[in-house]
């Protein structure tokens, strides 16, 4: 009897634990079922944002469009573009109508506008040097003037837009250029009367210098006197011209 008992007492123990056993895993499948038929669907659903289309927005309106959709930003670079206008999104990354989660971070690529180059200095080059210049970076040449200056002929004097100012490229830049240092004048002395070598003097002290002579006889006149010049007496030259003279000679009759 106690043997029969004691068999009676195992098995009864036996059952209650594999009623908790059953229980437990019981208890896991339906937990399970639940975290992946409700709750996982609504976190989910309460975590994901979809990614708005930032292109062509400008930073502060695509900066504000995020942080009201809860998403997080930062500007990954900047790239030049003609098309998109300067300080406007040219490109985002996840892209537009992306499922992402609460809080991500979408990268920004601005655009900077049209490409910009630096001012090359061009003062001191020849015309022809200042044309290759400028066609190397990326610029125009535009109207080119002139101006007397001391320095030589051709040489670029002046540029409207100073060195190392940037520009965009494609720009048109005016400058100018020396037409060489301004001629200075002065006034034909008045040479009648005077003997060639005292013309040869005067024309010295006045920057000129002797040009062609030509003899003709006179009669009444000392060989070797001016009789004409040219230029006239206070006529405005340019230093340097030449005078041409006729100066008497002896007669032969």
Not at 99 to 127: D, H, T
Request: net charge positive; proline share 6%; with cysteine.
């Amino acid at each position: 009897m106690p043997k029969d008992l004691n068999k009676i007492t195992r098995k009864l123990n036996e059952n209650k634990k594999l009623k908790k056993t059953l229980i437990y895993f019981i208890s896991i499948i339906v937990f399970v079922f639940i975290f992946d038929l409700i709750i996982m669907p609504w976190y989910v659903y309460e975590s994901e944002v979809k990614v708005p289309n930032l292109i062509n927005k400008s930073r502060a309106e695509a900066e504000n469009i995020l942080s009201d959709k809860g998403l997080n930003f930062r500007i990954a670079g900047t790239h030049y573009d003609e098309k998109v206008p300067r300080n406007c999104v040219i490109l985002q990354v996840p892209a537009a109508n992306s499922i992402v989660k609460e809080g991500r971070q979408i990268a920004l690529y601005i655009s900077g506008g049209e490409p910009m180059v630096k001012m090359p200095s061009l003062v001191g080059k020849s015309l022809r040097e200042a044309k290759l210049t400028i066609q190397r970076v990326g610029l125009k040449v535009g109207t080119i003037n002139e101006t007397e200056a001391e320095f030589e002929r051709e040489t670029v004097v002046n540029q409207k837009i100073s060195t190392g100012q940037e520009i965009a490229k494609g720009s048109v830049i005016d400058f100018t250029i020396s037409t060489g240092p301004a001629e200075q004048k002065t006034s034909v002395p008045n040479l009648f009367g005077k003997s060639l070598e005292e013309a040869k003097r005067l024309l010295i002290e006045n920057s000129l210098v002797l040009g062609n002579t030509t003899t003709i006889p006179s009669p009444s006149l000392l060989p070797n006197t001016v009789m004409d010049q040219y230029p006239a007496p206070d006529k405005e030259v340019v230093v340097g011209d030449a005078v041409d003279l006729v100066v008497s000679k002896l007669s032969t009759k």
